[in-house]
């Protein structure tokens, strides 16, 4: 039997252990964040679903990453003060994660494993592009770049997962969030 996505041991931002069970009872995305990546500027998007759905019982969780280009070389503390500085982030944020292969934290392997595609936009070349770019492109089961975004329901079953090119606030996502908060 695996463990529960609300048993999984994280440590915020400020080096604290918890779990996602402090996030129990409430819709949950989970996204992975950089702040040097050209992704970067969904911060902003992601505060606004937040602050929009926060009441609803929508929690947005952002696990920083490196793997992807370095673009997430900071401490945690440089990452606290970019994200409130640069988009006044509210939302909670956790200490720095791996994501994928070697060494992939026990949440992402929960996240992967329960949905293994993500959805993306109509039309959309973000894997393309990467493989244009010399970038190595991961398979599809695992996260293929920052701003990834999974959701979680109140019952901590990983509902559904979209691209890193697929905006917090797209159709896509946002049909996805009411569904879940209803």
């Not at 929960?110 to 595609?117: D, F, G, H, N």
Request: aromatic letters at 10%.
């Amino acid at each position: 039997m695996t463990t529960p996505i609300e048993q999984i041991p994280v440590k915020t931002i400020d080096g604290k252990s918890t779990t996602l069970g402090d996030y129990a009872g409430k819709v949950r995305l989970v996204v992975n964040v950089a702040s040097k990546c050209g992704l970067t500027p969904q911060y902003t998007a992601l505060e606004a679903v937040y602050r929009k759905y926060k009441g609803r019982g929508l929690e947005i969780l952002a696990f920083p990453a490196n793997e992807f280009g370095a673009q997430e070389p900071g401490t945690e503390a440089e990452i606290k003060e970019f994200c409130s500085t640069n988009y006044d982030v509210s939302f909670p944020l956790f200490a720095k994660i791996v994501v994928k292969g070697e060494g992939k934290h026990p949440l992402y392997a929960k996240l992967t494993s329960e949905q293994p595609a993500a959805k993306i936009l109509p039309g959309s070349d973000f894997r393309e592009k990467l493989a244009g770019y010399g970038i190595p492109v991961s398979p599809p089961d695992e996260v293929l770049w920052n701003f990834e975004k999974f959701l979680v329901d109140r019952q901590g079953n990983v509902i559904d997962r979209f691209g890193p090119d697929v905006p917090p606030d797209a159709e896509l996502v946002v049909s996805a969030l009411e569904r879940a908060l209803a």
